[in-house]
T-cell receptor
Framework: DAGVIQSPRHEVTEMGQEVTLRCKPI?????LFWYRQTMMRGLELLIY????????DSGMPEDRFSAKMPNASFSTLKIQPSEPRDSAVYFC??????????????FGQGTRLTVV | RKEVEQDPGPFNVPEGATVAFNCTYS??????FFWYRQDCRKEPKLLMS???SGNEDGRFTAQLNRASQYISLLIRDSKLSDSATYLC??????????FGTGTRLLVSP
């Protein structure tokens, strides 16, 4: 398996533009997580899905952020409009409930977003 | 109060030293616990799960104290390759994985 695949790897955009980050989880995994990592705040859970349904989006910072999972093999995180404070590394991760409580989350390589 | 708290470090130790990291969590209903490792500009990867009875994997020992809501990681005989950030992770329920901010370890020759 290729692992969790994220695109793009790097994104530089101007303030006010829409940004869409993409994620393909590991095949067969039923959980998908979106995290944001900054030096100041570490890894913050933004939202996670189970079987394509959002379970907890309490970490989404504000209405400018939205996430979708239209099917088991694809998810997007959208920021509209983007702001400089959104600059961070965004990670997608997936896991399988078949492993029970000690399930391992596998991460993609992340998308490094810079908003100027 | 943060859900998972760690000392950010850095911990600077010489090769061969023993070093310990601690982590506390706020949700007493948390179900499972882990240590992840993250190298610079890379994604986090699972180092080991943490069990109530304590568990060991080579030079690494993890322990959980549910009464004190406290998790630890001990690294013996540190290697240069152990230099990384170590992330404490808690499953707070329904597979929700909450990460601490990480503890940075620097092992020097």
């Amino acid at each position: 398996d290729a692992g969790v695949i994220q695109s793009p790897r790097h994104e530089v955009t101007e303030m006010g533009q829409e940004v869409t980050l993409r994620c393909k989880p590991i095949s067969g995994h039923d959980y998908l997580f979106w995290y944001r990592q900054t030096m100041m705040r570490g890894l913050e859970l933004l939202i996670y899905f189970n079987n394509n349904v959002p379970i907890d989006d309490s970490g989404m910072p504000e209405d400018r952020f939205s996430a979708k999972m239209p099917n088991a093999s694809f998810s997007t995180l959208k920021i509209q409009p983007s702001e400089p404070r959104d600059s961070a590394v965004y990670f997608c991760a997936s896991s399988s409930s078949l492993q029970g409580l000690n399930t391992e989350a596998f991460f993609g390589q992340g998308t490094r977003l810079t908003v100027v | 109060r943060k859900e998972v708290e760690q000392d950010p470090g850095p911990f600077n130790v010489p090769e061969g030293a023993t070093v310990a990291f601690n982590c506390t969590y706020s949700n007493s209903a948390s179900q499972s616990f882990f240590w992840y490792r993250q190298d610079c500009r890379k994604e986090p990867k699972l180092l080991m799960s943490v069990y109530s009875s304590g568990n060991e994997d080579g030079r690494f020992t993890a322990q959980l104290n549910r009464a004190s809501q406290y998790i630890s990681l001990l690294i013996r005989d540190s290697k240069l390759s152990d230099s990384a950030t170590y992330l404490c992770v808690v499953n707070t329920g329904f597979q929700k994985l909450v990460f601490g901010t990480g503890t940075r370890l620097l092992v020097s020759p």
